[in-house]
Structures are given as C-alpha cells and as structure tokens.
C-alpha cells in the first residue's frame, strides 16, 4: 500500500538525517486517506533515494519532501528537492537510469511519471494514477 511505502521513505530519511545531521531537512505530507491505496513495491523511495544521491552534491542545507495529493480522479505522489538539479530538456534517459526505469515501471501501471529540474533550482518528479486504476481512494 502507500502507506507501506511511505513507512519505508520515512525510514530511509532518519537513516539519512542521522548520516547528514543537520544537512538534511525532510517532510512527509500525504493525506491519511490516502494510506490504503494499493502502489508497486519501491516505487517511491526510489525517487527519494534519487534525491540524496544525485541531488546532494554540494553543501547543504538540503530540503526534501514527498507530498501526496488526491482528487479530480486521479491520485498523486511528488518528490522535491532543492539540489543541484540538472537539465531535464536534454534528459534523453541515457544518463539517468533509475529515472528511465522508474518511467517504464510507472508506464506497466497505468501511471505517469513527470519531471521538473533545472541545473542549480532542484528537482521534482510526480507520479500520478487515475483513481479508476487502483484499488483505494
């Protein structure tokens, strides 16, 4: 469920905040409602691992957060940070491979996986379901 996975992004984010200190700053915010709906395995720490590793090349403070949305039939999930970012309109895939295998696992599911990042601004990614896709809100 998504609650499961955002246990699971939760966990991994006090093992890095206790790695980082007080170079990293997180927030969770995904409506309770929310909790029940039945997502793939990994398909949202990966994305907040991404983050961290690629994102966090340079001298904090860091921000991360994952925010959930639900409504006009469809369901969210979005990943921000501000890192260093990199330019998304030449991203053809080749270079970052976890993000082309989260497309391809997000296209097996029905879903859409957007990116936002510009080199120096952050990133984000959105992964977003219609309701009638999934078995929970």
Same mark, same amino acid.
């Given at each position: 469920?998504?609650?499961? $996975?955002?246990?699971?992004?939760? *966990? +991994?984010?006090?093992?890095? *905040?206790?790695?980082?200190?007080?170079?990293?700053? +997180?927030?969770? /915010?995904?409506?309770?409602?929310? !909790?029940?709906i039945v997502v793939p395995k990994l398909v949202i720490q990966p994305l907040v691992e991404n983050s961290i590793k690629h994102g966090f090349e340079v001298s904090g403070p860091w921000r991360l957060a994952v925010r959930g949305r639900a409504g006009s039939g469809e369901w969210s999930i979005e990943v921000s940070d501000n890192g260093i970012g990199f330019d998304a309109a030449q991203d053809a895939g080749d270079t970052h491979v976890g993000l082309s295998i989260m497309r391809e696992r997000a296209y097996r599911i029905g @879903? /859409? !996986? @957007?990116? $936002?990042? *510009?080199?120096?601004?952050g990133t984000r990614v959105r992964l977003a379901l219609s309701h009638r896709r999934d078995s929970g809100v």
């Amino acid at each position: 469920t998504l609650g499961e $996975e955002i246990d699971h992004c939760e *966990k +991994y984010l006090k093992c890095m *905040k206790i790695r980082h200190g007080d170079h990293l700053n +997180y927030e969770i /915010e995904v409506p309770n409602e929310m !909790l029940g709906i039945v997502v793939p395995k990994l398909v949202i720490q990966p994305l907040v691992e991404n983050s961290i590793k690629h994102g966090f090349e340079v001298s904090g403070p860091w921000r991360l957060a994952v925010r959930g949305r639900a409504g006009s039939g469809e369901w969210s999930i979005e990943v921000s940070d501000n890192g260093i970012g990199f330019d998304a309109a030449q991203d053809a895939g080749d270079t970052h491979v976890g993000l082309s295998i989260m497309r391809e696992r997000a296209y097996r599911i029905g @879903a /859409e !996986l @957007a990116l $936002e990042s *510009k080199p120096g601004q952050g990133t984000r990614v959105r992964l977003a379901l219609s309701h009638r896709r999934d078995s929970g809100v």
